[in-house]
């Protein structure tokens, strides 16, 4: 019982330390306000950087970081993945899992990322799941625990050979007996009622024993590796990989030795500055259910054998062990006493599951690296506690996918982060599958599982996924992560467009990391600064005025808006209800965000100050329209006029239908003086948009319109007389992806009838660097989505264009 009690107190001081050593650093309001349009780069969202098998190359890392910091990304995880495409036909043979080419290549990224200011971590095993390695040997990899069972006859010497419990399973080689036990048949009996022959058993299984009269069933347990692999590996590993032991603390020690060592020896003047994250993605490893300490660690904790329990509950047919699901399960009928038993089996492999973490996060932080996990399971009951995973780690993380409308463990996972004081609480953001992610996503349509995440508390995305390309950028898209996660990279067709969207996360994530997290409610989330009050609210419906009802004293809002970047006055009436709560009425567009913030004291710094529009006047601006198609594909641009606007998909012409890429539109308005004074304001609204658009007015940069309504003030920009306004339009990869099926293949697919294919292999015209045979395809990508005879998608400006002068009253 004292180890029990130890065990226990160890657990809370776990606990209760973190709570001591939360982190609620925060900046002053006057801080945050003067960064708001641009945050610094400790707010912006980074990305997962997958490797792709060997495919892998300096030129290519160079051109994706410097993609990455053009673009707002403020770092990566670097995670190593097969390439799900001939492994062996490749520039990049020589680039095996940890080869000396493989840490010169992570070293060129170390030294790319501290040139540019970014952060690199790196997930420990190859494969995103979960601690292993092809350093893991049989005998430090999971283990399962299994039994033989023999029927004999007493009242006389016995000399037989007990069946091996592991015969035909691939750990059968490495079984090693736990003990043997003897259970008379036929009586109701109890644990004290098993007897213990394991002196009576050798090695190869031969049992000797001088049984007494009866009928006795012989259980021979024992345990064995289940050869589980990391997954999903580069080729080179892929058999090769074991998942480690995840409750034998020597096996832990060995494998975070061989994961950490490598790189302090290499790279120790990154690690801690640059470097400085190692990884732990979602559970994907199953149930581990044995390990050479299980049984000593299960008496220290329980104060009972846990090896009689396996005898005991199947001489009486309540089967614990469920060996083809490689889990614990809970039979009907099952005993009071084997309840018992089940429930203490399943805590015993959570404590040391937990306790396994703790190595792994000390050595981590010992050499110099934070301790990111993602403590939950994505597919499936984990065997450890998701909270006390948040507890122990230093930065907890979830994952949430485009279509989803809440994280993988929501409101567990932040509820324990509020718990202990976690900070900085990360996801694995904008997963998907094919269905969602093939070149269709576009900032729009990101934005509302963005907004959905906030409002669950989480404050850092971890892109999903950036897949290195180490291609030439004359191959456009080039390299993607298959049919797994959006499609961020630097050859996007909104690769240019993508700041605007990566700056609004910045500054959400720059509000959702200060100070202490309060409460969260539907889609508002309360944290409080020493000087304000910080709501972050979103409207996941219709435009509409929403009223709120907020935990804190009466003061004045203010209205930050993180996709414009304003910082607005609320001229609206704040009131107090009797139960002592503030109410305000917002009015919200439709999927759109806000961040209500209350200041405790007046601040000087600059706010817009709200207005009434008195007058509106529109004008549709219409008549020829000359645009010039810069291909995202690297071709020359050409021009086409048109008498008014359209929709490319559906022209004749093929080199409009079949666009990807930035369209130009162009015009000239002529602004009166009087309509550039402080009572006056002129809007351009766009119309309808496909898919963002940025403008230029008078050759400055006006604004970048990712999401709907497609409408800015311009006013700013204008001077009396003629203004230049140019518009430019940019689509997704799709149109030209399905104009390039139009014509023969020039590579290798495998069965494409059965969904998401991939090429055979690179082609030798791209290995051999030459001219590409089928001129007519612009597009090269591994990764094959549609077919000749799927659906465009819209694409262009396609109006109507207004420009709608106000006459407004400043409130």
Known sequence: MKKIFFFLFALFFLNFSAILAQDN???TLQSLASQFVSPADAYKPQAWWHWLGRNYSKQGMTLDLEAMKTSGVGGV??????????????????????????????GHALKEAKRLGLKVGIHNTPGWSHTGGPWVEPEDGMQTVWFSEAKIKGGKDINITLPNPASGKEGEAYYKDEATFAVLSGKDITAGDIIDVSANISKDGRFLWNAPAGDWTIYRIGYYPTFLRSHPTPEDVSETALEADKMNPAATRRHWNNVLNPLKERFPEYIGTTFDNIWLDSYEAGYQLWSPNFRKDFIRLKGYDPARYIALAYSRSDSIINQRRNSLQYPNGISEESTIFTHDWADVVNSLFLESYATGKKMVNEAGFQFVWEPYSSIGAVPFDTEQGVALTDLPATEFWVHSNNPTAGDEMIDAVSKYGKRIYGAEAFTGM???????????????????????????????????????????????????GTHFSRNQTWSVEAKAFFTYLSRCQMLLQQGTFVSRSDSLVHRRIPEADIFFVRNAGETRVISYQLPI???????????TGTINAYSGTVRQNLEGKTL??????????????????????????????IEEKSTEVDNDWNVIFIPKTKEEPFKRQFSTLIDFSQQEDMDVKYFSGTAIYEKT????????????????????????????????????????PFKADITGYLKAGNNTVKIKVTNTWVNRLIGDEQYPEDFEWTDKNQGLRAMTALPDW????????????????????????SK????????????????????
């Open 792 to 811: 465009l998608m819209p694409a262009g400006l396609i109006g109507p264009v207004k420009i709608v002068k106000q006459t407004v009253i400043i409130l």
């Open 25 to 27: 650093t925060s900046e």
């Open 77 to 106: 995880v670097i995670f190593n993945a097969p390439s799900w495409i001939d492994p062996l036909k490749t520039p990049w043979v020589e680039n095996t899992y940890r080869s000396e080419a493989y840490f010169d290549a992570l």
């Open 553 to 563: 004293p009466v003061s004045q809002p203010e209205i930050w808006d993180a996709y």
């Open 584 to 613: 305000i009425d917002v009015k919200v567009e439709k999927n759109a965000s806000l961040f209500l913030i209350f200041p405790h004291s007046y601040m000087k710094y600059a706010k817009i100050k709200d207005h009434r529009v």
């Open 766 to 789: 791209v290995l051999r660097d030459e001219p590409r045979p089928v001129t007519e395809r612009k597009t090269f990508t591994p990764w094959y989505y549609f077919n000749r005879g």
């Open 434 to 484: 094919e269905a969602t992610c093939r070149f269709t996503e576009t900032p729009a349509m990101l934005k509302r599982p963005a907004d959905m995440g906030f409002s669950y508390g989480i404050n850092r995305y971890y892109l999903h996924s950036w897949a290195h390309n180490p291609l030439d950028d004359k191959y456009q898209p080039g390299w993607g992560f298959a049919h797994y």
């Open 669 to 708: 308005i002529k602004i009166n003086k009087a309509e550039l004074d402080a009572t006056h304001r002129v809007m351009l609204d766009l119309g309808v948009v496909y898919d963002m658009a940025s403008l230029e007015i008078n050759g400055q940069d006006a604004a970048v319109l990712w999401f709907p």
